[in-house]
């Protein structure tokens, strides 16, 4: 048991980097890719991921000293503090629960693959530490191992269905082919972009704003191109960030708002690029996986790879809205009636909210953007009301606490609505178990007609070509 363990805890620690591309070259000789092909594939993902990395840590280095700034100027001081994604799967993968999610969640994938009730082969097995991150919280509350794994295992589920009802929205408005996005922080926003988005769709006034990507440069023409609206908006946060701190002349002043112009306007170029590499190696297997699900199931069966939603940020309408959401929440933060969270380190990791949200929205820049704040409103109460909860499950995974703080948070799952559901209802196992069988078969059963439907959509249209 302690080899398999170690195993597990080996492939976790080598990152989404390593793990993916050697996924996707399993994957692409499952279905008879020549090696070389699939191993071209498996690398041009890595080579995408190391790229987007990059970009995100080259706009994490030249933010995070902005939104310090930002803090300072407003004097917060709140008692919960941001500890970041890295610190939050640290937790996740710490305790019992975590290390038991990955083959559990494989397991879970396979089983719904078998009954048709989903269509995303998930290979983000690095990422299963949201669910993970779940069950870790219901196993600080309750110390219920059984209870804990299967509310963890309900959260994936639930993910997995939203990725495959978001896939042809994804390949729309994202430009993502054959891919899904079985994220648990990217997808948990879906519901809450669909309700406001059918609320927007009722308001008179407001259901007819529309602005996507062709929009900006339609309305701003030159201005409205990435470079340049990089280049806005990094001079927009640099000004915030910098203009009001007493301490720097006004030409260090200018300097680094000049800086975070450059910058944004680098990564709003270059990501989409990095993307563009990552999917060089993700479609080809995706195709040639559509191919032998064809052979197999006689040209109706339709499956997508799973990815990390990484896939998506290099859209121009995501990258615009999380920069800009940066600030918006400092000051969510600070005048929020009963927040105690800060926001810090993991703010950047707004790119990796909004994919979804902004294919769920069919590209809308506006409705994204409202989509979004309201996600930040509650994800600050949230953060609040579980900071103890996960700073109880830091310790039992031996996580060291930052000095100088009580009780922490994360602005990715420990401020997200799942998680927050999952503890709610944990209180009660009876309830907890009667809620979520319910939840589940429905989810599933529901899934499983659209994609029966799906099929025979396809079946009935090669009939049609046939004759």
Not at 107 to 131: C, E
């Amino acid at each position: 048991m302690k080899y398999i363990i170690d195993t597990i805890m080996y492939i976790i620690g080598l990152g989404p980097t390593v793990v993916m591309p050697i996924v996707m070259l399993v994957f692409g000789l499952a279905v008879r890719v020549p090696f070389t092909k699939a191993l071209r594939g498996g690398l041009m993902v890595g080579i995408g991921f190391i790229g987007l990395n990059a970009t995100v840590s080259i706009l994490t280095d030249v933010m995070n000293p902005a939104i310090k700034n930002m803090v300072s100027v407003m004097h917060m001081n709140l008692k919960v503090i941001d500890v970041g994604w890295p610190s939050a799967s640290a937790i996740a993968y710490g305790t019992a629960v975590g290390v038991s999610m990955i083959p559990l969640g494989i397991l879970i994938n396979i089983f719904m693959l078998s009954t048709k009730t989903t269509q995303t082969i998930n290979v983000d097995i690095w990422d299963f530490w949201h669910f993970a991150f779940s069950g870790s919280l219901v196993y600080a509350l309750s110390k219920d191992i059984v209870l804990s794994l299967f509310l963890a295992s309900v959260n994936m589920i639930v993910i997995m269905v939203i990725a495959d009802r978001t896939a042809p929205l994804a390949e729309k408005y994202l430009g993502l082919p054959g891919i899904s996005i079985p994220h648990g922080y990217a997808a948990s926003f879906v519901p809450v972009a669909l309700i406001i988005n059918w609320i927007m769709d009722r308001i008179p006034g407001v259901n007819k704003i529309h602005l996507d990507a062709k929009g900006f440069n339609k309305k701003f023409g030159a201005w409205g191109e990435p470079t340049l609206l990089g280049f806005i908006i990094g001079i927009l946060i640099g000004a915030i960030a910098y203009s009001a701190v007493p301490s720097m002349s006004w030409a260090d002043k200018i300097g680094k708002i000049a800086l975070m112009g450059v910058t944004l306007s680098a990564v709003m170029v270059i990501t989409p690029k990095m993307a563009a590499l990552l999917l060089q190696g993700v479609v080809p297997i995706s195709a040639e996986i559509q191919k032998f699900t064809q052979k197999k199931f006689s040209g109706t069966r339709k499956l997508y790879i799973g990815m990390d939603t990484a896939v998506g940020i290099g859209n121009p309408v995501v990258l615009a809205c999380a920069t800009l959401m940066i600030p918006i929440a400092v000051l969510f933060a600070f005048i929020l009636p009963g927040n105690q969270f800060l926001p810090t380190i993991g703010l950047v990791g707004f790119v990796f909210m909004f994919p979804l949200i902004v294919a769920v929205v069919h590209g809308d820049f506006f409705r994204a953007f409202i989509v979004g704040a309201v996600n930040v409103v509650l994800g600050l109460w949230i953060g609040t009301n579980l900071a103890p909860l996960i700073t109880s499950a830091a310790r039992a995974a031996k996580f060291t606490i930052p000095k100088g703080s009580s009780l922490i948070s994360s602005v990715d799952y420990g401020s997200n609505p799942f998680p927050w559901f999952f503890v709610q209802i944990a209180t009660h196992k009876l309830l907890a178990y009667s809620i979520c069988i319910v939840l589940v078969v429905v989810l599933m059963l529901w899934n499983r007609s659209k994609i029966i439907a799906e099929e025979k959509s396809i079946a009935s249209e090669g009939n049609v070509e046939s004759n």
